[in-house]
C-alpha cells in the first residue's frame, strides 16, 4: 500500500497487540457485573415547547430502577463559558430530532426499552428550520431567545487592504461552494459506565471521552459534585476524530443515572444514537473571491462562510473562527477579509472534527485557486510555489510560523507522481489535480485558561527499576502513548520496552488538556522529555557517584550507563536507579511545557483560535478515472507529503497521513448526512458511506521534516494537516480529468450525473445554435 | 436501531416438508437462513415474529449440481460459495458476477441463494429504527397508512435489491416452491410483482427450495452501479444474456433490479434482434431501459440518476458483450 519513503521505518504502537489480539477492554467491554442498563428516551419532533412529560408509568415498571428527566438536571453545559446552552436532558423545548429527554436505568435492556416505551411527551411544535438560510430568515422563530436571528456567531475580520488587492489583481474570480454535513463515524459507537458509590459520595466514571479533563469539569457541574469526588479513566478507545472532545450528553445523563440509582449505569449507544449525537463537520456554504497576478501572486482574499451549525452550541464559535484563521498561514497573502456566520438550526449539534474549522474553507480555496490558475495558464504547482511563505515569520493574523516545509512537499509529490510528464497525457477519463493544506500543532490557547502549564507529565522511576510515564493524555488511537513513551525512552537512552505509560486516569495522571487540536506530541511531548531529562539527570548523577565518576562522564546508551571515556566501565541501569533512590526513595520528576503569549494569537476578537507553535504543512496529488457513463469517480493513486517537522514514530506517521488522506476522500467522494424533515436517513453504516477497501487506492506518503524550533525533537502535528488537501486535488483531478468544475462536496455519481447532462445539454444547444443562419 | 431482537421461538426442522409444516397456522413465522437481511431488519424492529425456522440443517437445501444435465441451486447454498463455484462460473458468468456483488465477503459467507432471492423490499423510509418510523408516522410498507416516497398514491414503492434475481432470470431459471401441497415451479420472473409491501408470489409458508437453470453455457454479465465498492446494494443493477450470430443479434434479454418493487425483464428488446450492435441499437436500448423502470425517491441516490444508470449499463453490457461474442454461427 505504502512505500517507506520517510527515514527509518519506527515501531508499531506499544497498544497494538492488545488490540489486534482483542485483547484490548473498550469501554463496552469492561466488567460491568451488576450494573444497570441505561436508555435515553429521545424527542420526536423537531422543535416545541415541552407542555408535559410523564414518566410515571415508566418509574412504575418492575425492574425500572431510576427514571430522570430535564428537572434531573438544571445546569446547562458546553465547550465555551460564555455558550454553554445545552441541558443533559431538554429543559421547557426541545431542539431537534433524537434529542435526550429522559433516561431509564433498569434490571435488563428489554425492562429499559420497554419503559422507555411508557414515557408520554406532550410538545407544542414550534416551525423548524432544516438550512441555514431558512433560520435566519426574518421572522423565524428563534430556537434560543438570547440569539436574535437564530446566529449562534458572527465574524467580521479584515487584515490588510483588500479593495487594494483586488484592484492590484490581473484576474479576480469568485465562486461558490457547498460541503455536506459528515460524521467522524468512529468504528467505536459511544458508551460509558457510571458508578456511584452512596456511601463515599464518589462517582466513578468510564467512558470514550478524547478530553477526559472536560468530562471531569462538566459532571461535577452538572451533578453538583465537587471535583475531588469524581475520577474520570478513559479505557482503550476506538477513535475520536473530535466527535468526543466535546462532553457528551449521553455521558453526563449516565452519570445522572448511577447517582439516581445509587449504584452503577452502563450506557451504549446505537449506531443511530451516535449520529444522533453528531458533533461532526458542519454543512458549510462558503462564498470565495481570489485575486491574482498573472504571475500567480495572490493579492487578496475574501471569504464568506455560513455553518449549519444544528440546534446547540457546543464548539460551534471555535469552528466558525477556525474557519476564517485558517484561511492564513499556508500562502502568503496581503489582504483578507473573512465574513463568518455560525447559524443554528433544527438538526444534531456540529462540532469539532478533524481538521476543524479549516476544511471547507481550504477545500474552496484550492479548488478555485486551481481554476484561476487554468485561466491564467499557469501550473498549480508554480501558483502555489508564487505564494509561500518564509518562516521565521508572522501571518497577518498574528499567527506564528516557525517552520515551513510547504516548498518541500510539493517538489516531493511534484517528482513522485511524475505531475508534469503524466498530466495532459493520460488517457480519456483520467485526470491529476494537486492542492495543499496545513493544521495546527496543538492550541496555543486552551478554551480553559488556567495559568497552569499546557501540558504536565509525570515520570516515575521506583525499586525495580521501572520507569513508567504518568500522562492525562488520551491515547484514543492515534498512538498518543506510544509517543510519550518513545520521547521518554529516547531521552532516558533506555530500549522502548522498558518504558510504561499509564494515561488518562484523573486518580493517577497529572491533568491534561485532552486530545484534540492534534496538541498531544507537541505539548505533552515537550512536558515528556522535560520530566525525562530531570529523571536523567538524578539517574545519571546517582550512576556517576556510584562509578566514581563526574556526570558529564557518564551516559545512559540502550540501558546502561557507560563511562564515556572508558568504554569497559559500565552500570546497569537498575544498579543506577538503586543508587538513585538511596536516601530519597522512589522518583517522580515532573515536565512541563507552556506556550509562551506571543504564541497565543493576535489581540483581535477570536485571536487565539488558529494560534499554535508549529503548523503541518502537506500537499497533495490525487489521480482519478472518471467514468462518464456511470459519473463514477475511482481514485487511482494518491501522493501524500506531509511537514510533520520531524517524524518520532514514522510507523505512525505515516498510518496518520494514510488515515487522513483516506478520511479526506470519504468527504471527498461519499460520505454526507442527509435529514428528512430532520430526521437523520443516513444514521446507519449502510446509509452513511465511509470508503470501503474496495476504494482505498494506493497512498504514497512522503515525510517531510522542517525540524520546528519548539517541537519535541523538531516535531510537529501529523494527524490532520492531509485531510484538506484531498478534496480540492480530487475536485481538480476531475476537472482535469474531464473538464467539469464541480462545485459541492460529495461527488457522488448522481451530482456528477447530473453536471454532465446538463453539459450534454449545453453543447446541444450550441450545436442548433450554431447551425441557425 | 434498537440493539435488541424481539424474542421468539426457533424452530430447527431438518427437511423441507417439517419447516412447511412447522408454518403452517403460524402467522407470525418467518424462515431464517443466513439472517442478513431479516435479523438487521428485526433488530430495527421491522416484525416480530414469535417463531423463526431455522432452515440451516436442511441438508437438501445446499446442493449445488452444475453440469451438462441443467443446474439446480438450493436455496441455502451461501452466495460465497456460488460465486467460487467454476463450473457455476463458466457457465453463467452473470451468476458469479451478481454474487460476487452482493455486500461484502463477510455477509456473502452466511447469506443464502434463497434469501437474496427473497430479500425484502426496501426503502429509506423503512430500513429506519422503531424509533425513527414512529417519529415518521411509520409508512405504507409497516404499521403505517402513507407512502412518504409518494403519499398521493396507494402503493408502496420500495425497492426490490436482490442481486442474483436478475442473473437468473436472464439465464431463464426457475424456482422451485414448496408448500403444504407439495412442491411447484415457476418463473423466477414470475416470482415477483410491483409491489413493494408484497413483492413475492408466494403463498402464506411458501419456501423457495431451489433454482433450476437450463445448462448453458451462455454469453452473460450482470453489472451494478453503486456508491461503494462492497456493502452497497445496487441504484440499478443490470443482467443481460445474448446471442450473436453473423454479427448480429440473435438473441437478447436483459433483466433489472434496484430500480422497481420487482426485478423485471426487459420487454420488447425482439425489435432489437436480427441487427448488428451499434449506436442505434444501444441507443433504443437505453430508451427501453429509461422507458420501463420506475426509480422512485426510496434511496438518498436521486432517483433519476437509477434510470440513466440503468441505461448507461445495460448499454454497456450489451456492447461488451456482444463485441466478444464469436461471429460465426
Known sequence: MTDSKGPERGVPLIDGIDKVTGRARYTADLDHRGALVGRIYRSPVSHGEILRLDVSRARRLEGVVAVITGEDCRHPYGVLPVAMNEFPLARGKVRYRGEPVAAVAALDAETAARALRLIELEVRELPAYYDADSSRAPGAALLHDNKPDNLERAVHHVFGDPAAGF?????????????????????????ALADYDPLTERLTMQSVSQVTFYLHMMLARCLDMHESQIRVIKPFVGGGFGARVEVLNFEIVTALLARAAQGRVLMELTREENFLTHRGRPQTTIRLKLGLQSDGSITACECEVVQRGGAYAGYGIVTILYAGALLHGLYDIPAVKYDGY?????????????????????HAFEVLLDRMARELRLDPFTVRRRNLLNAPTRTLNDLMVNSYGLGECLEQVERASGWHERRGRLPAGKGLGMACSHY???????????????????????????????????????????????????????????????????????????????????????????????????LTAAAARKMGLQP????????????????????????????????????????????????????????AVGSTMGFSYAAQVVEVSVDEATGQVTVDKVWAALDCGHAINPLAVRGQIEGAVWMGMGQALCEETRYLDGLPAHASLLEYRVPTSAESPPIEVHIVESHDPYGPFGAKEASEGALASFAPALVAAVANAIGIDVDTLPVTPDRLMEALVARRRQARLRALGGQRP | MSALLPGFRILRPAAVDEAVAACEGQNDARYLAGGTDLIVNLRRGLGTPAVLI???????????????????????????????????????????????????????????????????TR???????????????????????????????????????????????????????????????????????????????????????????????????????????????????????????????????????????????????????????????????????????????????????????????????????????????
Not at chain 1, 433544527?346 to 462540532?351: R, S, T
Request: hydrophobic content about 45%; glycine content about 10%.
Open chain 2, 54 to 120: 431455522d432452515l440451516t440443517r436442511i441438508g437438501e437445501l445446499s446442493d449445488l449440481r452444475c453440469g451438462d444435465g441443467g443446474t439446480r441451486i438450493g436455496a441455502g447454498v451461501r452466495i460465497a460459495r456460488l460465486a467460487a463455484d467454476p463450473a457455476v462460473g463458466s457457465r453463467y458468468p452473470a451468476l458469479r458476477e451478481a454474487a460476487l456483488t452482493v455486500a461484502a465477503p463477510g455477509h456473502r459467507n452466511l447469506a443464502t441463494v434463497g434469501g437474496n432471492l427473497c430479500l425484502d
Open chain 1, 342 to 362: 455560525r447559524v443554528y438550526t433544527n438538526l444534531p449539534p456540529c462540532g469539532a472534527m478533524r481538521g476543524h474549522g479549516g476544511v471547507n474553507s481550504r
Open chain 1, 440 to 538: 495546527v500543532s496543538g492550541a496555543a490557547k486552551p478554551i480553559h485558561w488556567t495559568g497552569e502549564p499546557h501540558a504536565v507529565v509525570n515520570v516515575k522511576v521506583d525499586w525495580d527499576g521501572s520507569v513508567t510515564a504518568l500522562t492525562g493524555a488520551a491515547d484514543i488511537g492515534q498512538g498518543s502513548s506510544t509517543m510519550v513513551a518513545i520521547v521518554v525512552a529516547e531521552t532516558l537512552g533506555l530500549p522502548l520496552d522498558r518504558v510504561r505509560v499509564i494515561a488518562a486516569d484523573s486518580a493517577l495522571t497529572p491533568k491534561d488538556n485532552g486530545a484534540y487540536s492534534s496538541r498531544i506530541t507537541f505539548m505533552v511531548g515537550n512536558a515528556a522529555i522535560d520530566a525525562a531529562r530531570q529523571l536523567k539527570q538524578l
Open chain 1, 552 to 607: 558529564d562522564e557518564v551516559e545512559c546508551v540502550g540501558g546502561t550507563f557507560q563511562a564515556l571515556r572508558v568504554p569497559e566501565t559500565a552500570l546497569p541501569f537498575a544498579d543506577a536507579v538503586k543508587a538513585a533512590l538511596v536516601d530519597r526513595g522512589t522518583l517522580t520528576t515532573k515536565g512541563t511545557f507552556t506556550c509562551p503569549p506571543e504564541s497565543q494569537g493576535g489581540k483581535h476578537k477570536g485571536g
Open chain 1, 167 to 191: 484592484a492590484a489583481a490581473t484576474l479576480v474570480r469568485e465562486a461558490v461552494f457547498d460541503c455536506a454535513e459528515v460524521n467522524h463515524a468512529q468504528i467505536e459507537p459511544h458508551a
Open chain 2, 123 to 329: 426503502c429509506i423510509y423503512y430500513n429506519q429504527s422503531d424509533w425513527w418510523r414512529a417519529a415518521n408516522a411509520f409508512c405504507l410498507k409497516y404499521q403505517g397508512d402513507l407512502c412518504h416516497v409518494a403519499p398521493e398514491g396507494q402503493r408502496c414503492h420500495a425497492t426490490f435489491s436482490g442481486d442474483l434475481a436478475p442473473a437468473l432470470i436472464v439465464l431463464g431459471a426457475e424456482a422451485e416452491i414448496a408448500g403444504l401441497a407439495g412442491r411447484r415451479r415457476i418463473a423466477v420472473a414470475d416470482l415477483y410483482t410491483e409491489d413493494g409491501r408484497a413483492h413475492l408470489r408466494l403463498a402464506a409458508g411458501e419456501l423457495v427450495t431451489a433454482v433450476e437453470l437450463p445448462p448453458g453455457p451462455v454469453r452473460c454479465g450482470y453489472a451494478k452501479q453503486r456508491i461503494r465498492g462492497a456493502f452497497d446494494f445496487p441504484l440499478a443493477g443490470v443482467a443481460v444474456a445474448l446471442e450473436v450470430i453473423a454479427g448480429r443479434l440473435s438473441a437478447l434479454r436483459v433483466a433489472i433490479t434496484g430500480t422497481n418493487s420487482r426485478p423485471f425483464l426487459l420487454e420488447g428488446t425482439t425489435m432489437l434482434l436480427g441487427r448488428a450492435v451499434g449506436e442505434a441499437v444501444l441507443a433504443e436500448l437505453d430508451k427501453l431501459v429509461q422507458k420501463q423502470v420506475r426509480p422512485m425517491r426510496t434511496t438518498l441516490t436521486q432517483a433519476n440518476y437509477r434510470r440513466i444508470a440503468a441505461a448507461a449499463l445495460a448499454r454497456r453490457l450489451v456492447a461488451s458483450l456482444s463485441a466478444t461474442a464469436p461471429t460465426a454461427p
